[in-house]
């Protein structure tokens, strides 16, 4: 698992973070709920995982905006987040993308209106910023579809399923569908991905698989994969409290 996608733009879900610029590392200076930031996806060996790290979007250098060119070929839009940007945000990403600098250092766009957090209860998964398929190597994820989450349905071990990479407030987490309770705004975005090589696993799953996914895709229906054979029940053993996540 390498953690997601490298870049992700965003109006700030928190005033948690501090922005990485030297200058303001050093006053400690945070960054509005809100305000238009810039992460960037890093591994860091102490922590040993993936961490999202924040710039005020004034404090990005030239460098960075050319290494966020490169992994979006040169089309904003393609940036992890751009989508849900202001229109005024928007603007300011495709100037900097044409003069491969930050134009605008005072440039703030403080939205708190377009401060989400990631998870909202409808169901739907906000502020995805990668997408994975694969076979579940456990059971004990949940699924993210309302009717499941209820009832408390966990995706089985061998489903077919769908990974949302998401930002809750500086960290990247994975939230899980069944595949068959994607919604089809949800295979828009996957055709979305998988037409810019974004779709994650997709050479790693079983033929069977794959062809489901392949046909959603292209149909813009989800296809439901045949269910797995059920497992061996498993004995309770006693004197050991279940395991839950
Ligand atoms: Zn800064
Ligand atoms: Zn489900």
Redesign the pocket.
């Known amino acids: 698992d390498d953690g997601g996608p490298k870049y992700r733009i965003e109006h700030s879900t928190s005033g948690k973070a501090g922005?990485?610029?030297a200058?303001?590392k050093r006053e400690g200076?945070k960054?509005a709920k809100g305000e238009l930031r810039l992460g960037t996806n890093g591994w860091w060996e102490q922590e040993q995982k993936f961490i999202m790290t924040w710039?005020?979007w004034?404090?990005v250098t030239p460098a960075q905006v050319k290494g966020l060119k490169l992994i979006a070929s040169d089309k904003p839009k393609a940036v992890p987040g751009f989508a849900e940007l202001s229109a005024e945000s928007q603007e300011q990403v495709r100037l900097a993308f044409d003069q491969e600098k930050v134009v605008d250092k005072e440039f703030k766009d403080i939205r708190l209106d377009l401060a989400k957090g990631s998870y909202q209860d409808d169901g739907e998964i906000r502020n995805v910023v990668g997408y994975k398929v694969e076979v579940a190597p456990s059971g004990r994820a949940g699924c993210r579809n309302p009717m499941c989450k209820d009832k408390g349905v966990k995706i089985l071990k061998g489903e077919l399923r769908l990974g949302f990479a998401t930002m809750w407030e500086e960290y990247t987490s994975w939230a899980y569908k069944h595949w068959r309770c994607i919604t089809p705004t949800e295979i828009g975005a996957l055709q979305d991905a998988h037409d810019h090589g974004m779709l994650k696993g997709i050479v790693n799953i079983p033929e069977h698989y794959y062809n489901v996914v392949i046909e959603s895709i292209d149909s813009g229906e989800v296809i439901e994969p045949l269910m797995p054979e059920a497992p061996p029940p498993k004995i309770p053993k006693s004197g050991k409290s279940r395991t839950s996540k």
Do not use: P
Request: hydrophobic share 20%; glycine share 10%.
């Open positions: 922005c990485q610029q200058k303001c200076v960054i710039k005020h004034g404090c």
